[in-house]
């Protein structure tokens, strides 16, 4: 083993030394020799060979050789354009095989042009052969990136302007590829952390548009670096937030608030600044600058560490959201970018969510009176009502989903022109737990899946209850059934429309609806069809509360969801785009929802003698009967009757599921041909 090694640096010795006669063949010979090497030793070839030995016995080498003063300028110069990405790919060996290639990386920045060593690093980062993609390759060379720029003379701006995409591109493949166990990936942020302390001690010594500039462009390096930490440092929560801690250092020197970056204002300014006439394809290194932006507050939000870093007051900067509607939807807009990020850890995305009800549960009251046109929201909404819904659906924890769906419904019923009605109580079993929340008065039970596992639940009045199984409920006054999934059964625990809420009512119908029709879940279609419900219903009582026809006028405008187009919402589950009845029991939840929805609005404008949504003309009753309700009735009774001959635990799932929707779709039925026979509901 010791000969091996011996050999294989007497060999190098021979070849470093023919450098002095012949530079250019000689150096091609080198950097082929120690490719050859490190790709042996690094692939485990040298089984019985220690790896490290070998690769310290060849940098040592090289070391000695490069301090010989015997070597002259021009052969340190030629060798300083191959040498620094043949002897990174041996720090991948061991740490202190890293130790000894980063201090041969810095011996050529310290007796070579900056400008040129600035080039040749970048061409080594983003060059790297398939096998040394790791972080060790890169941590050497990111290190002189570190030190060389400091060194640079003229250009600043421009030189930093072209280093700053090869950094980002790393760091992004490198997240890509993270292990659990790779503390490698830690140090690689804290050097590109590094490249960030450099930059900003070139700022210092700018003025005018370029440090303006430059320090726009910092912004926007930190704030990318901030997301790919965010999900690229996996192996430890807490190793993560040392770099974030670094990186909030430099907010207040790139001019960026907590306000500006959870509003995404300033990040769409500083990108502007560096941007200018480039082609946006050449920075795409910041795509996810607008991610590192909400996560940089919702850091500060998790850990005052954080938020003591980037100097910010967090508690004001609430303050400031819950009082200007304007910036607290831009808000919103800007969270779903953590909401949205498949890479993201769930701790952080259930910050994010906290945050969220931080800052609903205090908003003021705003009059959505004022002269805005807000249907320049409704692409902000409707995407962020989305990132929410992912939440909702796929987290792992019921206590996030709950929040999640909290979050949701914060943002339809709290709005300030609807006063604060009386509460009563709705009891809620799940899986054998017991769910007891204080919501609205609004006729809500839930369907359970399996018997035993799930009961409905009615309300009767204010701070009363009653119990009754599945299939038994007789009563005659407007009932939804809620499907007793887990998603649901969160939603109606909670009680309180939270992001909803904040939408002014004139855009609120549509945002729901064009969310409804672009849902591919059928429990969460179901949950936002009770959200129209309960629009409506909300709607209905205001303007029923209203003493003279003044306030009737003003009223009208909460009155927005009864219009002919909600009964596309009910067709649209009912009779899919795509033809034929729905799928079942797949789309029980959404049936249902549409089922109960459909009744509501008959039984509402029959008892009101009123036709606001067109539902009482015959030619509407006529098409829900013949198109929606028979054909459902057909399906419906004939996987019962399949589902009643077999005994497997899929068709008793089946019949459970089947159950509620068969109950509330006779009484449609019924419902329809009364009112087609002339009959009063």
């Given at each position: ?13 021979q070849?470093l ?16 020799f ?6 042996s ?13 070998i690769?310290v ?7 000695q ?30 740490t ?11 011996w ?60 980002l591109?790393?760091?992004k493949?490198?997240?890509?590829t ?14 590109a ?19 303006k ?7 926007l ?14 192996s ?18 790139c ?10 204002y300033?990040?769409d300014?500083?990108y ?7 082609s ?58 953590i ?13 994010g969510?906290?945050?969220l009800l ?11 009176d004022?002269?805005v046109?807000?249907?320049m ?12 819904e ?7 924890d ?5 929040d ?5 419904k ?24 017991l ?42 006054l ?17 009680g ?6 904040d ?46 026809a ?18 596309e ?29 459909y ?24 098409k829900?009967?013949n ?37 509330v ?17």
């Amino acid at each position: 083993m010791v000969a091996a090694s011996d050999a294989l640096g007497a060999a190098l010795h021979q070849t470093l030394a023919s450098c002095s006669e012949q530079v250019r063949g000689s150096i091609a010979e080198i950097v082929n020799f120690l490719n050859s090497i490190s790709d042996s030793v690094v692939a485990g070839e040298r089984e019985n060979e220690d790896p490290e030995k070998i690769a310290v016995e060849i940098l040592t080498q090289i070391h000695q050789y490069m301090a010989s003063p015997a070597v002259k300028q021009e052969v340190i110069d030629a060798l300083a354009f191959e040498l620094p990405k043949a002897v990174a790919r041996f720090a991948c060996v061991s740490t202190k095989c890293l130790e000894i290639a980063e201090d041969l990386v810095y011996w050529f920045i310290e007796r070579c042009s900056p400008r040129d060593m600035l080039s040749i690093l970048c061409e080594a980062i983003g060059s790297p052969s398939e096998l040394f993609t790791v972080p060790g390759y890169f941590i050497p060379l990111l290190g002189g990136l570190m030190k060389v720029l400091v060194l640079i003379q003229r250009r600043h701006y421009q030189q930093v302007k072209s280093a700053v995409p090869v950094i980002l591109n790393v760091l992004k493949t490198m997240c890509s590829t993270s292990d659990d166990e790779d503390t490698d990936h830690e140090k690689l942020f804290h050097k590109a952390t590094g490249i960030a302390c450099s930059i900003r001690s070139i700022c210092v010594n700018l003025d005018g548009e370029d440090k303006k500039k430059l320090r726009a462009l910092l912004g926007l390096y930190v704030l990318q670096i901030m997301a790919l930490a965010s999900f690229g440092i996996t192996s430890d929560i807490l190793k993560c937030l040392s770099v974030v801690v670094e990186l909030s250092d430099f907010l207040q020197h790139c001019e960026l608030s907590y306000v500006g970056l959870i509003t995404g204002y300033e990040v769409d300014t500083i990108y502007k600044l560096v941007v200018e006439d480039d082609s946006k394809d050449d920075m795409d290194c910041f795509s996810q600058a607008k991610l590192g932006a909400a996560l940089a507050v919702i850091w500060g939000f998790k850990a005052s560490e954080v938020a003591t870093a980037a100097k910010a007051d967090l508690p004001v900067v609430i303050m400031e959201l819950q009082g200007n509607w304007a910036r607290r939807c831009e808000a919103i807009g800007m969270l779903k970018y953590i909401f949205l990020c498949a890479n993201l850890p769930w701790e952080l995305k259930q910050q994010g969510i906290r945050f969220l009800l931080r800052v609903m549960d205090g908003i003021v009251s705003h009059s959505y009176d004022d002269p805005v046109d807000y249907s320049m929201y409704m692409p902000t909404w409707y995407t962020s009502l989305q990132a929410v819904e992912m939440v909702i659906m796929y987290a792992p924890d019921s206590a996030l989903r709950k929040d999640a769906f909290s979050a949701f419904k914060k943002v339809t019923s709290s709005f300030s022109r609807i006063p604060r009605l009386n509460k009563q109580v709705i009891v809620i079993v799940v899986n054998g737990a017991l769910w007891r929340a204080r919501l609205s008065p609004f006729v809500a039970c839930g369907a359970g899946l399996r018997p035993g596992v799930a009961m409905v639940r009615a309300f009767v009045s204010p701070g009363l209850f009653r119990i009754t199984p599945v299939g038994i409920l007789t009563l005659s006054l407007p009932l939804l059934l809620i499907p007793c999934t887990t998603a649901a059964a969160v939603a109606y625990s909670l009680g309180r429309h939270q992001v909803l809420a904040d939408i002014p009512t004139s855009v609120r119908f549509d945002v729901l609806r064009a969310l409804i029709k672009n849902s591919d879940s059928s429990s969460m279609i179901g949950i936002l069809l009770d959200c129209v419900k309960e629009e409506m219903r909300m709607g209905k009582i205001e303007r029923n509360s209203s003493a003279d026809a003044v306030l009737n006028s003003k009223v009208s405008q909460s009155t927005d969801f009864w219009n002919p187009s909600v009964l596309e919402l009910v067709e649209v589950v009912l009779r899919p785009p795509k033809g034929g009845p729905p799928s079942l029991p797949q789309s029980s939840d959404a049936v249902l929802s549409a089922l109960n929805l459909y009744r509501f609005i008959l039984i509402t404008e029959s008892s009101g003698n009123s036709n606001s949504t067109g539902i009482l003309s015959k030619d509407k009753l006529q098409k829900a009967y013949n198109e929606w309700l028979l054909p459902l009735r057909t399906l419906v009774t004939g996987i019962m009757a399949e589902s009643q001959n077999d005994y497997e635990n899929l068709a008793c799932d089946t019949i459970c599921a089947l159950n509620p929707v068969e109950l509330v779709l006779y009484r449609c039925i019924e419902l329809v041909e009364e009112k087609l026979n002339g009959g009063v509901l």
